[in-house]
């Protein structure tokens, strides 16, 4: 007789797994082994539930798992093909469509709603929410309280949509037989749609992927995704003149996604009404597609505006409805991943996270003429001088700010200089009497300027010479913010996120994404 696993070893057994607990909040997370993984086990998934192989998927059976599904927005697909994938996998469901009955009516805020359903010990939380980052900032919460709770981001206002995208890799992959060297069109509103920001950096996990990317002017691709293709050697093209430009590539094309203008959040109608009808998918343009090419959509189409012509729906080369289904097979790979329910024979590689560990200095030792002496720091006895800072006036003078030096009163002087041996070099200069910076003051200046050196002066000679490199992980600095207005961080929005950025790239740069919204932004510009 087969032995019965008491609770406890249940939990333990879930634990063992490489996926256990695991969030999906973006695709910039997603490593090619695990979405390769993802691929072939939904599929193996797909042909399952078609057949009624309970035994293949229904993993969560004998266990008491339920998953909390918290939709801010509408939806249709993404929410109930979570439904189906859960109750598929044996588990069950609750939460909410719609906030209209909900304490959110009477001022809760995310993390507070959220903490109850993990005070209700729900193994999963699935979500939808207007603001950019609001999934991550759940899984922050979730970390901090010591929850092994996974978030499962369904839409985070216009940032990504990240099960979206394994869908779509999904379905690209049945459609075209493969993920890699492929014409990958994108189409129609590439701003706001957050499909269309997570699909191509899923993509790129793949060799020779190219990008096309057709929209209005108006509606282009963030820069923070085009800089992540641009740092991954991922080749792209954005087509903003006109609807002959996808006419003209259609016969190189091995799939178009095409996406509906995200009227609502539009910051006004004209946007709309410029761009609404510059390349919608027709008939006589479907003729002069490849054989094997196809055309997806993440859905829903609007009927007043729609992206593909409705009478191409039954055409074998639409694929939205196809693709709509298979987010059933692939998100219940996902839930069950998460739940430490599959997974235990995945070896690949998974994410690592950018660490707060790299230094924001080097310490360069003091010497020579110059650094003791008589040049630059002459009228500084004690203190610091900040060199190299950027050639602009009001960057030095934003620094004083920040390290609130007006208030203090002990500024010797503040601009930007010609070195009398070095009139090459025109750079900001912030003298500091009788003052010694602290590390988080260093940090604060690295932040805002890296590239700027620390001198500290004693008795006229330099003693302390650091040149700061942006940190890589910005958080905790005051009057910190996300340029985006739609960032969950943003203090109008009462949701009590501190703000967080990591450095871009490599060596000498100030670039930063947002933590939470993946914005991108000059360092500086976050203060
Ligand atoms: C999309 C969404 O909500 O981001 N739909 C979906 O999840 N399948 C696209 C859209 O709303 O246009």
Redesign the pocket.
Known sequence: MRCKMRGDDMISERRKSRFFARDWLDVHSITRSELEYLISLSSRMKSAIEREMQDVYCLAKGHDLLAALLFY??????RTSFEIAAMRLGLRTTGFSGTEATSVKKGECLTDTVSMYAAYNVAAVIM?HPLDGSAKAVSEYFRMMGKDIPAFN??DGKHE?PT?AILDAFTINECCGRLEDLDIGIAV?ARY???AHSLPVVLSLFPGNRFHIFTHELLRMPPAVLKFLDLNGVEYHEYTESREQLEDMLGSLDFLYM??I?RERLPDDDTFYKAKDMFRFTPDMMGRTKGNFGIGH???E?KENPSIDPSLRRHPKYWATRQ?GN?VPTRLVELALSLGLAGSDFDGDVFVQRGRSGAFYTERTPGGRKETGPYDIRPIMNGTVIDHVENDPYAVARLAQLLKLRESGNIYRLGVVEPRDRPDVIKGVLMIRDRYLSDDEVRLVATISPGATVNDIRERNVVRKRDLVLPEVIDGLPNMRCTNAGCITRPEHQEYVASKAVKVGEGRTNLVNCCYCGNLMESQDMF
């Open positions: 927005e509408p939806s249709t697909r993404t939808r369904g839409g949509h979206q509103d749609g957050r499909t996406t509906r995200q993440p859905l829903p609007n709509a987010g």
